[in-house]
């Protein structure tokens, strides 16, 4: 059965990089894809992007000039980085696995495992 | 505002049945798109509930089932119990923002 622990800094000042790594226990790493999602009282659950094995990204458009993605596969882990981040960006943040599959021209993805969260704060 | 309209919240009575909807629009579930169920405790993460409209993982009581319509989606739970109360989220994908997530509905058990 696959785990996700996930850690990073919980505190930020605005302008700084948001930075967590999330690290997949089990289970096997490729074949899917892996996803970081914010929840916030504000904004509610946001997805932030995605990466598979090989390295291929999707990020939400809204956050896609900050964002990267990140994965290390000797480890089985992959990472976020969140730049200039400002008040909004604090929020819970998750990693999950991703369960990614193609209908024709349809794409259906779910989020089957996840992360303990991290909270997130930005202040200064 | 999400993409995806959920009720903010629904109640029952030990036993009974409630139902939250799950509105989207014409680039996410009414394009197709399967519709996504999760259930959140407080200070927990989400936990898959539905896939695939209405497929149960293992592990999830019969009393939770799901359907989709159109540019509509529901979750149905029968039976409540006091351990259902918690808050649900539906999820699907759009054709121009990705995976998109409802903004949740409390259920209340009476």
């Known amino acids: 059965q696959v785990q996700l622990q996930q850690w990073g800094a919980g505190l930020l000042k605005p302008s700084e990089t948001l930075s967590l790594t999330c690290a997949v226990h089990g289970g096997s790493f490729s074949g899917y894809y892996w996803s970081w999602i914010r929840q916030s009282p504000g904004k509610g659950l946001e997805g932030i992007g995605e990466i598979n094995h090989s390295g291929g990204t999707n990020y939400n458009p809204s956050l896609k000039s900050r964002v990267t993605i990140s994965v290390d596969t000797s480890k089985n882990q992959f990472s976020l980085k969140l730049s200039s981040v400002t008040a909004a960006d604090t929020a819970v943040y998750y990693c999950a696995r991703l369960v990614y599959m193609v209908r024709g021209v349809i794409v259906d993805n779910w989020f089957d495992t996840w992360g303990q969260g991290t909270l997130v704060t930005v202040s200064s | 505002q999400s993409v995806l309209t959920q009720p903010p919240s629904v109640s029952g009575a030990p036993g009974q049945r409630v139902t939250i909807s799950c509105t989207g629009s014409?680039?996410?579930?009414?394009?197709?798109?399967?519709v996504h169920w999760y259930l959140q405790l407080p200070g927990t993460a989400p936990k898959l509930l539905i896939f695939a409209n209405s497929v149960r993982p293992s592990g999830v009581p019969d009393r939770f089932s799901g359907s989709k319509s159109g540019t509509s989606a529901s979750l149905a739970i029968t039976g409540l119990q006091a351990e259902d109360e918690a808050d649900y989220y539906c999820?699907?994908?759009?054709?121009?923002?990705?995976?998109?997530f409802g903004p949740g509905t409390k259920v209340t058990v009476l």
């Open positions: 999820q699907s994908y759009d054709s121009s923002l990705s995976v998109v």
């Open positions: 014409s680039s996410n579930i009414g394009a197709g798109y399967d």
